[in-house]
């Protein structure tokens, strides 16, 4: 059995005729969540701290989330 995998991506410009069917309104209006948001919940749920930097093959310090803060309403 292997484990779930999230995938992400865009088609924005590789398929226009459903952009233009998209509604406009379909935005969440009340809370949206930045990718950065995404990422720091991902860590809060996996038990990492996202404010860890990390040291690259160069090594120099990469921070795991650039300025997210996890969605507190996903862990009440």
Not at 36 to 47: E, K, P, R, T, V
Request: proline share 13%; aromatic share 2%; glycine share 6%.
């Amino acid at each position: 059995m292997r484990p779930p995998v999230l995938q992400a991506g865009a088609a924005g410009n590789l398929c226009p005729r459903r952009s233009r069917r998209r509604d406009p309104d379909r935005t969440p209006k009340d809370r949206p969540v930045k990718v950065s948001d995404l990422h720091a919940s991902i860590c809060h749920a996996l038990g990492i701290n996202p404010n860890k930097e990390a040291m690259t093959p160069l090594r120099r310090p990469m921070k795991l989330v650039d300025n997210g803060k996890p969605v507190a309403e996903r862990f009440s």
